[in-house]
C-alpha cells in the first residue's frame, strides 16, 4: 500500500504543501491517539469555558486546538489560522504561503460516549500584500481552497483527503504510523435511498424540506416510488463519510428553532471543506439556493444551510426550493 507523501508528488503536489499537510496529520495522529485511550487520557468531559460561538468547550476541543494550532504555526509556511474554537485569527509567519482553516474536533457531543468524532480542515492561498493579523485574508470562497480533507477517529483512523485531484481515502497504519492509501477514487454514487437529518428539528424546517423530507417518508406508495432509510451520528464528519462510501444525501438545513442561528454548521471549518471533497469525489453540495463553494463569506464564524451527496438525490432535494 502507498504512503501519503508519494502519493501527493504524484498529484503535482508541492514540497512546502506536503509538509504542511503532513503536520496537520502528525497533529491528528496525537489526537488519536488520545482519543483512543478515552478516560484513561483524562481528556473526556467538558471545560468551565464557551466558545465565541457560546458553545461549552469539551476538553478534547481545547487539546485538538491547541495541538494543530502550535503544530501549523511552526511550520513556518503558514501566514495565519482561523480555528472554530478561536475567538479570532492568528497570525503565523508573515511570509507564508498558506492560510488554514479548521474544526479541531467535529462531533463534540460523541467525546463522553465513545462515538465517532474527527478533525476537519482546509487550506487556501495566502496574499502576500495582506498583513498576517487581517482576518479578512480568510473571506475566500471554498472555490479558493487548494486542499480539504479530514480526519475520522472511528474504529480505524480514517483520512479523506483532496487537492483537487479527486478525494482519497487512507487508514492510519498504527503500526506503521503513517496514513497508507486505502482509496484511490473515491466516487460518490448518484443515486441513493439513504437520507442523514436531524428529524427533531422537522417542524422548524422551511416549507420546502418540510415537502422534501415528506415525500422521502412516504416511502414506495409516495411520489419517490421507493423506500429511505435514515441514519444521523451527530458528527458531520461521520455522516459524510458514510456518504462518500456508500452514497446518501446529508442535510443541516436552515431552521426558526433560534431566531439568532438560522443555521448550524460553519462555511469555512465544515461546509466550504466537506463541499470540495464530496464535488471532488462527483457528489453535489448546496445550501438550497447556491453552491456552497461559490459562497462569498462575510465571517470567518459564519454558519450556511448544507445539503450535499448523491447528485441525482441532491439535485431533486434543490427542485423542493425552487417553488
Ligand atoms: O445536535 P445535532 O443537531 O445532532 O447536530 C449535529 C451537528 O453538529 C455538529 O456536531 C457540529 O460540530 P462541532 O462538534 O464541531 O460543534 C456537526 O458535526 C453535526 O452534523
Ligand atoms: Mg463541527
Ligand atoms: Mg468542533
Not at 64 to 80: P, R, S, Y
Not at 85 to 98: I, L, Q
Amino acid at each position: 500500500m502507498r504512503r501519503l507523501a508519494p502519493v501527493l508528488r504524484q498529484d503535482g503536489v508541492d514540497t512546502d504543501l506536503i509538509s504542511l499537510i503532513k503536520t496537520i496529520l502528525a497533529a491528528c495522529k496525537e489526537i488519536s491517539f488520545r482519543v483512543g485511550q478515552g478516560e484513561l487520557a483524562g481528556v473526556l468531559g467538558s471545560t468551565l469555558d464557551e466558545n465565541i460561538q457560546g458553545e461549552t468547550q469539551k476538553k478534547l476541543d481545547v487539546l485538538a486546538n491547541e495541538l494543530l494550532k502550535d503544530m501549523i504555526l511552526e511550520t513556518g509556511v503558514v501566514k495565519a489560522i482561523s480555528s472554530e474554537e478561536e475567538d479570532y485569527t492568528v497570525a503565523g509567519n508573515p511570509e507564508g504561503r498558506y492560510l488554514v482553516t479548521f474544526d479541531p474536533l467535529d462531533g463534540s457531543s460523541n467525546t463522553d460516549i465513545n462515538s465517532l468524532i474527527g478533525t476537519i480542515f482546509s487550506i487556501l492561498p495566502a496574499r502576500a500584500d495582506v498583513d498576517a493579523a487581517d482576518a479578512a485574508q480568510f473571506l475566500q470562497p471554498g472555490t479558493a481552497q487548494i486542499a480539504a480533507g479530514y480526519v475520522l477517529y472511528g474504529p480505524s483512523t480514517m483520512l479523506a483527503l483532496t487537492t483537487g485531484k479527486g478525494t482519497k481515502l487512507y487508514t492510519l497504519d498504527k503500526t506503521y504510523g503513517g496514513f497508507l492509501l486505502t482509496q484511490e477514487e473515491v466516487a460518490v454514487p448518484g443515486v441513493t435511498a439513504e437520507f442523514a437529518i436531524n428529524m427533531s428539528n422537522q417542524r422548524h424546517w422551511q416549507p420546502g424540506m418540510q415537502a422534501y423530507v415528506a415525500d422521502l417518508l412516504e416511502g414506495k406508495p409516495g411520489p419517490r416510488g421507493k423506500n429511505f432509510n435514515m441514519r444521523w451520528i451527530a458528527a458531520m464528519v461521520g455522516d459524510v463519510h458514510r456518504v462518500l462510501c456508500r452514497g446518501g444525501i446529508f442535510m443541516y438545513p436552515s431552521d426558526t428553532k433560534d431566531p439568532n442561528k438560522p443555521n448550524k454548521l460553519r462555511l469555512m471549518y465544515e461546509a466550504n471543506p466537506m463541499s470540495f471533497l464530496v464535488e471532488q469525489a462527483g457528489g453535489l453540495s448546496s445550501t438550497g439556493y447556491q453552491r456552497i463553494m461559490e459562497i462569498e463569506p462575510t465571517d470567518i464564524h459564519q454558519r450556511v444551510a448544507v445539503i450535499l451527496g448523491s447528485k441525482h438525490e441532491v439535485e431533486t432535494c434543490l427542485k423542493y426550493h425552487q417553488s
